[in-house]
Structure formats: structure tokens, C-alpha cells
């Protein structure tokens, strides 16, 4: 309700002529009608296999997009975690984190094909959403995907949503994200032991690291117009340029690096690291609630099985 009434106040101001002599950034970011989004949108639109002409392949770019798909990789994993947490299920087994992102491979492949310009990944948004409001019904995300094909034909309703101001999209992301980073993130610290010197270091290290490395590379790309790494190869740059410009893959590979290698044959590095809480759940069947919690509807387990 509070993104309608902020949304419906920005549209005021647009037609009332609020923004007309403010500045090229200001009318960027406040006005509904960047550039007759609305109303250069067609009412239906149809997509497509290979709408926008034949694929190409370039090798160099494969390798690219491949650091991409890892980067998203991490990302999602993160967020299956966090959803897990949410829904009040039981840790989500590796089996079953394997074939969500074996899925998310295929929607990767869909938007190739459609040519939607980007890719597939989780959306952490949701995931603070689910935080948010406790529902985390099945049927829920069932009805909001059939919604999404239905008005996907219809290009004025995304046009609409596409003419939110940056502002009021930045705003839900501080409440929602605040929700995934605490609850979801810092939350499962509590099967550590924070006493640890050796969990507060990593712990301390990897946030830096995570923040510091992808700001560097993306005010670097700003201002220079390309990233760190800049050679002859430019699939190469774009490989190591994507791949530390993820917050979440540079804290997260900090981590889990200096965790496997940090006094790991200590005796009592394991229990500080909280391994004692996560053994009973590697596997899919150590508990019986898994299956009422992870099974695929309308008997598609039989196809693609949990474990």
C-alpha cells in the first residue's frame, strides 16, 4: 500500500510539472514517464523463440557468461538457505539444492532463447518478502508465476511497473535485504561460536573483503569505462571482472576459504564452526520431515526425485 501511495504521489508531481525545470539526474530518477515508457508500450506482445534474430556463438563469451552463471550460482544458494529459514523448514539437503539449481539452468537456457538479455537467478527480494509477511506457501509463489505469464503478453502492465521511480524501488530493497542480511544471514551464526577469535577473524575479513573488492571494480569500471582487468581478451576481463563484482561470491569464497583452511585440523575448530548443528542434515532422509517439505507437486518426484 505504501508503494502505491508514494507511486501515485511521484505520477502527481510528474503531471503537475514538478520535475520540468529540475535536473537531467533529478527527472531520471522521480519522473513515471522516463522517455513514453507507457506509452510507446504495445498492449500485447507476444514472445518468442529467437524473436530478436538467430543465436551466435563465441567461445569467449561462453566462458564469460559461465562466470556469471557461477556467480548466480553462489547467490541462489545463499537464497535457498535463507527461504529454507523462513518457511520454517528443516536446512535445505544438498540434494535438493542441487536440483533447484539444475532448474535454475534451465530457466537460464529459457531466457537465451527468448532472448531476455539477462539471465536466471533467485530473486533475494522475495526472499525478504517471505520474511516479511510469514507466508510461505506453496500455492502462494504457484498463483504469482501464473500472473506473471498472463501479463507478460500484456506490454502496457509492465510498462507500468517499469515507470516505478528508482527511489521507491531502492526503499523496498533496504527493508526487504535488511531482512535477508539479518534473520537469514547473520541468524545462522548462532551454531558458531563467536568467542572463537578464529570465527570472529573470518568472520570479520570476509565482510570487509565482500564490501571493499566488488566497490573497488565497480567505481573502477565508472569511472575508467571498463573493469580492474583489462586485456587483449576481453572475455577473459569480463570473467574476472563479473566474478568480483558480486558482494555475496567475493565474502562468501573469502569465507569459506579461510574455514577450510585456518586451523582445520584443530580439535576444536569444528565444533566452532557449528558442524555439529548441519551433520544431522546432509542428507535428504536423516529427517523425515524433508520429504513434507521438499517433495515435488503433482507427482513430479517420480521424474526428479529429492534425494
Not at 106 to 132: D, H, M, P
Not at 143 to 152: D, E, K, P, R, T
Not at 252 to 277: N, W
Request: proline content about 5%; glycine content about 10%.
Amino acid at each position: 500500500m505504501s508503494v502505491a501511495i508514494v507511486w501515485l504521489y511521484a505520477f502527481f508531481l510528474t503531471v503537475g510539472g514538478a520535475y520540468k525545470n529540475a535536473a537531467p539526474k533529478t527527472q531520471f530518477h522521480c519522473r513515471t514517464d522516463r522517455s513514453g515508457l507507457v506509452g510507446g508500450a504495445p498492449w500485447i506482445t507476444v514472445p518468442y523463440p529467437f524473436q530478436w534474430g538467430a543465436p551466435t556463438f563465441d567461445a569467449g563469451e561462453c566462458f564469460a557468461m559461465m562466470a556469471a552463471a557461477f556467480v548466480a550460482l553462489v547467490e541462489s544458494t545463499g537464497a535457498f538457505i535463507a527461504v529454507s529459514r523462513y518457511a520454517s523448514a528443516t536446512p535445505c539437503p544438498p540434494s535438493v539444492m542441487s536440483r533447484g539449481i539444475g532448474w535454475q539452468g534451465v530457466g537460464i537456457l529459457l531466457a537465451g532463447l527468448f532472448g531476455t538479455a539477462n539471465g536466471c537467478s533467485v530473486s533475494v527480494e522475495n526472499a525478504g518478502l517471505l520474511g516479511l509477511t510469514r507466508v510461505g506457501s506453496r500455492r502462494v509463489v504457484q498463483i504469482s508465476a501464473g500472473f506473471m505469464l498472463f501479463f507478460s503478453i500484456l506490454g502496457k502492465f509492465g510498462a507500468v511497473f517499469a515507470s516505478i521511480p528508482g527511489p521507491i524501488i531502492a526503499a523496498i530493497y533496504c527493508l526487504l535485504f535488511a531482512y535477508v542480511g539479518s534473520m537469514a544471514g547473520v541468524g545462522f551464526l548462532q551454531f558458531c561460536n563467536l568467542n572463537s577469535f578464529r570465527t570472529k577473524f573470518i568472520l570479520g575479513f570476509s565482510l570487509f573483503m565482500g564490501i571493499s573488492v566488488p566497490q573497488y571494480f565497480n567505481e573502477y569500471t565508472s569511472v575508467a569505462g571498463f573493469g580492474p582487468v583489462h586485456t587483449h581478451a576481453r572475455w577473459f576481463n569480463d570473467m574476472i571482472n563479473v566474478v568480483f563484482s558480486s558482494k555475496a561470491f567475493v565474502g562468501g569464497a573469502t569465507a569459506l576459504l579461510l574455514d577450510s583452511t585456518l586451523h582445520r585440523h584443530d580439535s576444536t575448530a569444528r565444533k566452532d564452526r557449528g558442524h555439529h548443528f548441519w551433520d544431522r542434515f546432509r542428507s535428504f532422509k536423516t529427517d523425515p520431515r524433508s520429504e513434507e517439505f521438499y517433495s515435488l507437486p503433482f507427482n513430479l518426484n517420480k521424474f526428479f526425485p529429492s534425494f
